[in-house]
């Protein structure tokens, strides 16, 4: 499978770059004399250089939440704030590279945001580190990007994927023609990204490869969207703190549907099946060898675009130990970390909970969120099981 979908990531830009443009000329006019004509106002040229920036500000608190010996971790309220900016420049009509820097934890790739008073406290300095580096090719239908950049897949939340989580490889997409009753849209995507390099050959590196086929159908009403992600040598702990690797063959259903335009109804669903075979594998607690299952389901009303406008979300999610890689998923729904083991990053599989979000707009990327988290673990791993209670309260603003 790595030197399939490998070989399918070299020769798609090999194809798009053999491709020649055709350059089609108006016909001419019919002869005017020139002092008839008015001179037409040219319009300003668009900037190859553009910039995006945005900040957050949080408030939340977390209460009532339980630890596998059966202890309470303290009650914890805390503010938080994230920065970030980016820019991007377009050298031509297909050729554009850029970068983003954010505030954060450089260790942490899950988590952007500084604590107010966090840290050394004392009102220190705060790290800044780089999330984005990237040059990308876009031309016939086929987007090809090198570097760290944005995770390149479809997704409707970051249960199996965070967004603040920047890969770095090679990723390709191609639109393929389709415009039919059946089928609206389609496209291609793969990718191979370099989690941790050993200095050998690719095939020893720990890395993950994805294919996925996104489609959008009745009217663009529906969209689906199934993948295949295989994870390989991958740490039971982040940075560097594991004690032994595994590997993870994710298939991914992805479906959501525009149900109502006017007021804005979505439902959507994600189901997610782990088809490793543990048995073998000795490292792995004999309870958690066939937790590879997992699905989540939600409901979306209204949408933040405009000021004035309010936003309703509710999700339900199921998500078993290895139905995916929880230190690349979200760090929202709970404090289940990996401290414990001097690691970074958060290890949020093995558990079922709801997420209730609120928003406002006060104008175009201004809003207010509010959202509130009920989270229980499924398999024990002590006396007890884990649980969490979590609100907090989001102001973000950007361009």
């Known amino acids: 499978m790595y ?9 798609l ?20 004399p020139s002092q008839t004509l008015a001179p037409a106002a040219e319009p300003a040229p668009e900037s190859k250089l553009k910039f995006t920036s945005d900040f957050r500000f949080r408030i939340e608190q977390d209460w009532n939440s339980r630890n596998s010996d059966g202890s309470y971790r303290e009650d914890r309220s805390r503010m938080v704030y994230r920065f970030r900016l980016g820019a991007s420049y377009q050298y031509n009509p297909w050729a554009n590279f850029g970068a983003r820097i954010r505030t954060g934890n450089l260790s942490d790739q899950q988590g ?3 604590t107010l008073g966090g840290n050394d406290g004392e009102f220190g300095t705060v790290q800044l580190g780089f999330e984005k580096l990237y040059f990308q090719y876009k031309q016939y239908g086929l987007t090809a990007w090198v570097g760290k950049n944005t995770f390149p897949f479809e997704k409707q939340n970051e249960l199996f994927w965070n967004d603040n989580v920047f890969p770095e490889g090679l990723s390709v997409s191609y639109n393929i023609p389709s415009n039919t009753k059946l089928i609206n849209s389609l496209m291609l995507n793969g990718s191979h990204f370099i989690i941790s390099s050993n200095n050998q050959s690719l095939a020893k590196d720990a890395y993950v490869q994805g294919v996925q086929l996104l489609s959008k159908h009745w009217k663009k009403k529906l969209t689906l969207f199934p993948s ?5 040598n991958i740490a039971n702990v982040p940075d560097k703190k594991g004690t032994y690797t595994q590997s993870y063959s994710i298939f991914h ?10 007021p804005r109804i979505e439902i959507g669903g994600d189901y997610y099946q782990n088809l490793q075979n543990y048995n073998a594998n000795e490292f792995i607690p004999v309870a958690f060898k066939d937790e590879k299952t997992g699905w989540v389901v939600n409901v979306k009303l209204g949408q933040l675009q405009a000021k004035g406008d309010w936003e309703f979300q509710l999700y339900y999610a199921h998500l078993q130990k290895y139905s995916i890689v929880d230190y690349f998923a979200q760090n929202d729904w709970a404090r289940w970390d990996y401290s414990a083991e001097d690691a970074a990053g958060t290890r949020l599989s093995n558990f079922h909970g709801a997420e209730m979000r609120l928003g406002y707009a006060f104008g175009k990327n201004f809003n207010l969120i509010l ?25 973000n603003i950007g361009f």
Request: glycine share 6%; hydrophobic share 40%.
């Open 253 to 262: 259903m992805g479906a959501y549907a525009l149900i109502s335009q006017s």
């Open 112 to 114: 952007p945001h500084v």
């Open 3 to 11: 030197k399939f979908i490998l070989s399918i990531l070299i020769l």
């Open 371 to 395: 959202r509130n988290y009920l989270v229980e673990q499924l398999v024990a791993t002590g006396p007890s099981k884990e649980n969490g209670n979590r609100i907090r309260l989001d102001l």
């Open 13 to 32: 830009p090999i194809i798009g770059f053999g491709q020649t443009p055709i350059d089609i000329s108006n016909p001419p006019s019919e002869s005017i």
């Open 228 to 232: 295949l992600y295989y994870f390989r």
